[in-house]
DNA sequence: ATGACTAATAGCATTAGA
């Protein structure tokens, strides 16, 4: 079994690039994030054209993530995270599909440092640590995908000391994230590359592509029954490479059924 | 320190992204 995670950076703006994507590599769970579109504007007919059920939780401009099954519908468990009755933001959709608990999140990318973006963020982090505490303690196998807007280790960019003021690799960023695999959960594409040097993402100026200045912000954390049945993992970056491409590159894993 | 790209917005300049 094929899972992806794919920030689209807008889903109509992406459509083409996304259904051709879909058709070529066939992943059987998607987590898509950046839908930047109201419900009422994701062009749910073309999914199902390609072979996929969704559920989606939108909001008009930014953010708004989904989840694709190929062949079957998610059922959805929650969207939004517990704890503040005040953030409408859509960064978070549950479901079960195909008999995995499936997390997808668009983390905020806390950018600039400091500030209240950056609270905000980590006010997230850890209102996104107690629900996949939650989840593990339903021992069910489970996985929690998407753009985490973290880069682990400094072996994650194309160099260092170029993002070090950076939300992305702000110590106390990193320290949220770490805490999760502490907790138990696997960086999929960690586990195959423990090496680093791999990118999921290039900036869309100054040529960042074309010089391959990226870093590694999209993961895929898999709870203990999952990282068990971890068989690889890679990005998808040719498609990076194509005209009227997002700024990231899917991102997989593949598990044993 | 700044800008460079891209997408969306009841838009033609601004916000947000990372």
Same mark, same amino acid.
């Given at each position: 079994m094929r899972i992806a995670t794919y920030n689209v950076n807008g889903i109509r703006a992406r459509l083409p690039r996304l259904i051709e994507w879909l058709t070529e590599t066939q992943p059987d769970i998607v987590c898509l994030q950046e839908?930047? @579109? +109201?419900e009422d504007g994701i062009p749910r007919a073309d999914i199902e054209a390609a072979g996929y059920g969704a559920i989606w939780h939108g909001q008009k401009g930014f953010n708004g993530v989904a989840i694709l099954a190929r062949g079957e519908q998610p059922m959805e468990v929650q969207r939004g995270l517990d704890g503040d009755p005040d953030d409408e933001q859509s960064r978070y959709i549950e479901a079960g599909v195909f008999g995995l608990r499936v997390a997808g999140i668009y983390l905020p990318?806390?950018? /600039?440092? /400091?500030?209240p973006k950056f609270d905000y963020k980590l006010g997230w982090m850890e209102r996104l640590r107690a629900r996949a505490r939650a989840i593990l303690a339903e021992e069910v196998p489970a996985l929690i995908a998407g753009d985490?807007? #973290?880069? /682990?280790?400094?072996?994650? #960019?194309? =160099?260092?000391s170029a993002m070090a003021d950076d939300a992305l690799m702000h110590p106390q960023s990193r320290a949220a994230y770490r805490a999760m695999l502490s907790d138990g959960w696997t960086d999929g594409l960690r586990a195959r590359y423990p090496a680093g040097g791999v990118w999921t993402y290039w900036d869309y100026q100054a040529g960042a592509w074309q010089r391959d200045a990226g870093f590694r912000i999209d993961h895929l954390l898999l709870s203990p029954a999952l990282a068990d049945r971890l068989c690889d993992a890679g990005v998808?970056?040719?498609? =990076?490479? =194509?005209?009227? +491409? @997002?700024?990231h590159a899917a991102t997989w894993v593949t598990v044993r059924d």
């Open positions: 839908l930047k @579109s +109201a990318n806390g950018n /600039p440092h /400091p500030g985490y807007n #973290v880069i /682990p280790h400094d072996d994650d #960019v194309f =160099r260092a998808d970056k040719g498609h =990076r490479a =194509r005209e009227k +491409a @997002s700024d």
